[in-house]
């Protein structure tokens, strides 16, 4: 059974830093490409960042410049760093595995196959 488990979500002021780290078993996602995604009270599930197996990154233009996706090149990880964070990223935070995606990855939820449950990131102003 295929798992993704996201950790690091809590409660920052604005301004501050964040990591946050989804771990994945049961299968492997090496070659596969893995995102973040969120979702705040009342919106759709939106992208943040994503990260192909060859290192390529992609990511909203909302988080570009504060925001950075990494992963390990053996462990079945990816983090997310988030920077400069504001009240506006408060949200519900999705770790994503694709591995269909070839290429840039992309934004699309449709396009990835496995979730993880999500943590809370709240940011006061």
């Known amino acids: 059974q295929v798992q993704l488990v996201e950790s690091g979500g809590g409660l920052v002021q604005a301004g501050a830093s964040l990591r946050l780290s989804c771990a994945a078993s049961g299968r492997t996602f090496s070659r596969s490409a893995m995102g973040w995604f969120r979702q705040a009270p009342g919106k759709e599930r939106e992208f943040v960042a994503a990260?192909?197996?060859?290192?390529?990154?992609n990511y909203a233009s909302s988080v570009k410049g504060r925001f950075t996706i990494s992963r390990a090149k053996v462990e079945n990880t990816v983090d997310l760093e988030m920077n400069s964070v504001k009240p506006e990223d408060t949200a519900v935070y999705y770790c994503a595995g694709g591995t269909k995606i070839w290429g840039i990855p992309t934004g699309a939820r449709n396009d990835y196959e496995y979730w993880g449950q999500g943590t809370q990131v709240t940011v006061s102003s």
């Open positions: 990260i192909s197996g060859s290192f390529v990154t």
